[in-house]
C-alpha cells in the first residue's frame, strides 16, 4: 500500500467517525405511529465514505431512480396482495439489471478478470432459505438463489456446481459480456497497478438487497452482490451466508447487510439484529444500531436494513453514507437517502 493511500484511507476514517459523531441522530428511524403498516419494503444499493458532493449531480439523480425503481417493482407485489418473498426478489432483480449497483448486470471483476456473483433469499415464514456463490452465466442470482431454496433440497449451492443447477432449471442465462462494463473494468486496471485503489469511496461496499412485510404477516429477506474487485482464491462475504448478511424470521424481522463481509460473518449479523429483537425486546432501530455497534468494534465497516414483524423498517450504518429507501402502505410514494447526515426514510 503506498504511503499516499494510506493517508487517504486514514482521512477517510477520521471523517467517517466525524460524521458518525455530528449526525448520529440522522442515522436512527423513529418508531412509526401505532397503526403499523399492511404491507412495507426497504431496499438497500450498497455503502460507502460518502460526502455532500462527492457524487456528481446526474450521479446522485441515477442512484436515487435506481432505488425508486425497485421500490416501486416490490410495492406492486405487495400492493395487490402477493407474498414478501416475491416482493423483495422483484426488487432485487431491478437493483441486478442495473449497472449502477455492484450486483447481476453490474458487478466488479475478480483478480482474473471474471464476475462471480453470490446472492441468497429467505423465507421468514417458514424459515427456509437458498444462497448461490461464484456463480457466473446466471443473468439475476436472486433468482436462482430462490431456485435452490424451492427446487433443491439445499441451503447454499456454489460455482460450477450453482451453474449446472441453473441451466437444468432453466433460468436466464447470460454470457461472460453481459456483465462487462466498462467502469467496472477500468476498477480492476486500478486494483492491478494498486491492490487499494479499487476502494472507490462513493461505492465502497457493493450490495444489493430487500426487506418485506406482506398483508398477510410474513416478512422476507434478499441480498446479491458481485462482492470486491479483485477478489481471489474463491473468495466468499458475507451476502450468500444465511445468519450473516441475509436472514428473516416471522414476528422479528428481516434483514439484508452490506459491508465488508468477513466482519459481518464473524458477528452473525443479519441473525443477531433478529434475536436482539427476540431476546432483548429491543426495536428493529435499536437492534440494528447495537449490531452495527459490534461490527464496528471488531473493525469492520457498512450498513444494514431491517424491518420487523409490524413493517417498521430500520437502518442501520457506520460509514459515511448508504443508497437506501423505503415504501409502505402508509407510506406510499417512495423515499430515498444516500448520505449519512440525510434522515433515514421511514
Same mark, same amino acid.
Given at each position: 500500500?503506498?504511503?499516499?493511500?494510506?493517508?487517504?484511507?486514514?482521512?477517510?476514517?477520521?471523517?467517517?467517525?466525524?460524521?458518525?459523531?455530528?449526525?448520529?441522530?440522522?442515522?436512527?428511524?423513529?418508531?412509526?405511529?401505532?397503526?403499523?403498516?399492511?404491507?412495507?419494503?426497504?431496499?438497500?444499493?450498497?455503502?460507502?465514505?460518502?460526502?455532500?458532493?462527492?457524487?456528481?449531480?446526474?450521479?446522485?439523480?441515477?442512484?436515487?431512480?435506481?432505488?425508486?425503481?425497485?421500490?416501486?417493482?416490490?410495492?406492486?407485489?405487495?400492493?395487490?396482495?402477493?407474498?414478501?418473498?416475491?416482493?423483495?426478489?422483484?426488487?432485487?432483480?431491478?437493483?441486478?439489471?442495473?449497472?449502477?449497483?455492484?450486483?447481476?448486470?453490474?458487478?466488479?471483476?475478480?483478480?482474473?478478470?471474471?464476475?462471480?456473483?453470490?446472492?441468497?433469499?429467505?423465507?421468514?415464514?417458514?424459515?427456509?432459505?437458498?444462497?448461490?456463490?461464484?456463480?457466473?452465466?446466471?443473468?439475476?442470482?436472486?433468482?436462482?438463489?430462490?431456485?435452490?431454496?424451492?427446487?433443491?433440497?439445499?441451503?447454499?449451492?456454489?460455482?460450477?456446481?450453482?451453474?449446472?443447477?441453473?441451466?437444468?432449471?432453466?433460468?436466464?442465462?447470460?454470457?461472460?459480456?453481459?456483465?462487462?462494463?466498462?467502469?467496472?473494468?477500468?476498477?480492476?486496471?486500478?486494483?492491478?497497478?494498486?491492490?487499494?485503489? $479499487?476502494?472507490?469511496? !462513493?461505492?465502497?461496499? +457493493?450490495?444489493? &438487497?430487500?426487506? %418485506?412485510? #406482506?398483508?398477510? *404477516?410474513?416478512? /422476507?429477506?434478499?441480498?446479491?452482490?458481485?462482492?470486491?474487485?479483485?477478489?481471489?482464491?474463491?473468495?466468499?462475504?458475507?451476502?450468500?451466508?444465511?445468519?450473516?448478511?441475509?436472514?428473516?424470521?416471522?414476528?422479528?424481522?428481516?434483514?439484508?447487510?452490506?459491508?465488508?463481509?468477513?466482519?459481518?460473518?464473524?458477528?452473525?449479523?443479519?441473525?443477531?439484529?433478529?434475536?436482539?429483537?427476540?431476546?432483548?425486546?429491543?426495536?428493529?432501530?435499536?437492534?440494528?444500531?447495537?449490531? $452495527?455497534?459490534?461490527? !464496528?468494534?471488531?473493525? +469492520?465497516?457498512? &450498513?444494514?436494513? %431491517?424491518? #420487523?414483524?409490524? *413493517?417498521?423498517? /430500520?437502518?442501520?450504518?457506520?460509514?459515511?453514507?448508504?443508497?437506501?429507501?423505503?415504501?409502505?402502505?402508509?407510506?406510499?410514494?417512495?423515499?430515498?437517502?444516500?448520505?449519512?447526515?440525510?434522515?433515514?426514510?421511514?
Amino acid at each position: 500500500m503506498s504511503v499516499t493511500t494510506e493517508i487517504k484511507m486514514t482521512l477517510q476514517t477520521l471523517r467517517r467517525f466525524t460524521v458518525l459523531a455530528l449526525f448520529g441522530v440522522a442515522l436512527s428511524t423513529p418508531a412509526l405511529a401505532d397503526d403499523a403498516p399492511k404491507w412495507s419494503l426497504a431496499v438497500h444499493g450498497g455503502a460507502g465514505v460518502l460526502e455532500r458532493g462527492e457524487l456528481t449531480p446526474e450521479k446522485d439523480k441515477a442512484f436515487r431512480a435506481g432505488l425508486d425503481a425497485a421500490l416501486e417493482a416490490g410495492a406492486k407485489v405487495l400492493k395487490a396482495g402477493g407474498s414478501s418473498l416475491d416482493a423483495v426478489e422483484a426488487a432485487v432483480r431491478v437493483l441486478e439489471d442495473n449497472p449502477l449497483f455492484n450486483a447481476g448486470k453490474g458487478a466488479v471483476f475478480t483478480a482474473e478478470g471474471r464476475n462471480e456473483l453470490d446472492a441468497a433469499i429467505m423465507d421468514g415464514a417458514t424459515l427456509k432459505a437458498g444462497a448461490v456463490a461464484g456463480v457466473t452465466r446466471t443473468r439475476n442470482p436472486i433468482s436462482l438463489a430462490r431456485a435452490v431454496m424451492e427446487k433443491s433440497p439445499h441451503v447454499l449451492l456454489a460455482r460450477e456446481g450453482a451453474d449446472q443447477f441453473s441451466k437444468e432449471k432453466g433460468l436466464e442465462q447470460a454470457p461472460p459480456e453481459y456483465f462487462y462494463t466498462e467502469e467496472r473494468w477500468k476498477q480492476l486496471l486500478a486494483w492491478r497497478k494498486d491492490h487499494q485503489a $479499487m476502494l472507490d469511496p !462513493t461505492h465502497l461496499f +457493493g450490495t444489493v &438487497g430487500a426487506v %418485506a412485510l #406482506d398483508q398477510a *404477516g410474513h416478512v /422476507a429477506a434478499a441480498t446479491s452482490t458481485g462482492g470486491m474487485t479483485g477478489k481471489r482464491w474463491g473468495r466468499i462475504g458475507d451476502s450468500p451466508i444465511i445468519g450473516a448478511g441475509t436472514y428473516a424470521r416471522d414476528g422479528d424481522c428481516a434483514v439484508s447487510a452490506t459491508g465488508s463481509g468477513e466482519y459481518f460473518i464473524r458477528e452473525s449479523a443479519a441473525r443477531q439484529v433478529c434475536d436482539r429483537i427476540a431476546w432483548k425486546g429491543e426495536t428493529v432501530q435499536q437492534a440494528a444500531d447495537g449490531t $452495527m455497534a459490534s461490527i !464496528t468494534k471488531i473493525g +469492520g465497516d457498512g &450498513g444494514l436494513i %431491517a424491518i #420487523d414483524g409490524q *413493517g417498521r423498517a /430500520a437502518f442501520g450504518m457506520n460509514d459515511l453514507g448508504m443508497y437506501r429507501g423505503a415504501i409502505s402502505s402508509a407510506a406510499p410514494t417512495p423515499r430515498t437517502a444516500i448520505y449519512a447526515d440525510e434522515p433515514s426514510p421511514r
